[in-house]
């Protein structure tokens, strides 16, 4: 751990953020070697002026830094830097890449990744779709990157860990400050198969102005970038078009036109991304790291609903449910059924948990079901 010191070092040095540090580490290979540098070798670096040569010769460690380090020995995280073999590859390709990167759990260096992201206010469509998809690619070996948000990316990680498979969560936030608190237990069990990750200090909170620069990470360390359920405003078009700067592959899983939650993958879709149903649509890009085939499932919105022990209410209106909510009087008028009787038909449901409820009287298929 103590090779990595040096790194937090030049890290903390002002001026010197990531592009210039990369610039630096090409020219010298290592801090050691910066910090060993007169001062025309390191004015010879594009960036670097008399100001910042003369702050990297009088170079000091300062408190906050010493104590971030402590606590990454003390907490026995690990710290993966551009020099070491574990970091990702694909990242490093990047322009600015993190000089290194927090680890809990284990980084190894593949680059078989696929970043799957999307809506956090995901629908039951949204998140069995993903579960589905995420699971067949971690079935074929693929490692799946997200950014461990409540909706679409906790269901990315999900899917991923019900196949066996390793995945990659990109915090933005430090490893010491778990973001959204409700995924405290998905951070250790990603950390169990795969890592959790972040370029951030340990206690750095979940400041907004952090995602964005966490997004760049999540499609700069894959081949492609999968979104699904994206409105037009969403932060998962961030992260696509990072990964078409970064020359990566875009795709978009298609949803109802009648849902504003799909605006922004459909648009997507129009702009060139490619349309996702099955993993093979993924892998069709990728042939040369194809392994083996993957089984190919009946899509959710084509399964079958059958569920025994409903009464005939209850089967009335659960079979006129899908995967997208409607609004309680839509339903109503659409079965003939009186709202103070539907309504209470739909508790049961509810409560059996095979229909949920959606903010504002909306309803739809549980993920159960």
Known sequence: MDHSL????????????????????????????IFGATRDELLAVEGITPRLAAAIKQRK???????????VLEKGYKIVTMADS??????????????????????????????????????????STTRRLCRDLARLKITVVSGMALGIDSAAHEGALMGKGATIAVLGSGLENIYPAENRKLFYQI??????VSEFSLATEPNAHNFPRRNRIISGMSLGTVVVEATRRSGSLITARLAAEQNREVFAVPGSIQSFKSTGTHTLIKQGAKLVEHAQDIMEE???????????????????????????????????LGPYPV?????????????????????????KN??????????????RA
């Open 191 to 196: 950390a169990d198969t795969g890592a959790v």
């Open 86 to 127: 574990d970091y990702p590859p694909l990242l490093l390709q990047i322009p600015d890449p993190p000089p290194f990167l927090y680890v809990f759990g284990r980084l190894d260096g593949a680059t078989k990744n696929i970043a799957v992201v999307g809506s956090r206010n995901a629908t039951s469509y949204g998140r």
């Open 327 to 351: 609004h309680i009087d839509d339903l109503a008028r659409k079965l003939s059924m009186e709202s103070g009787r539907l309504s209470s038909v739909l508790l049961q449901l509810e409560l």
């Open 286 to 320: 990728f042939s040369f790291i194809m392994e083996t085939p993957v089984e190919t499932d009946i899509p959710p919105e084509e399964t079958p609903k059958k569920i025994s022990g409903l009464s005939p209410a209850e089967s009335k209106v659960f079979e006129a």
């Open 354 to 367: 095979i229909v949920q409820q959606s903010p504002g009287k909306f309803f739809s298929i549980g993920e």
């Open 6 to 33: 040096p790194w937090f070092i030049l890290k903390s040095v002002p001026g010197i953020g990531n592009l210039l540090f990369k610039r630096l580490i090409d020219r010298f290979n290592s801090p050691e070697f």
């Open 61 to 71: 460690i300062p408190d906050s830094v010493k104590k971030d380090f402590d606590l």
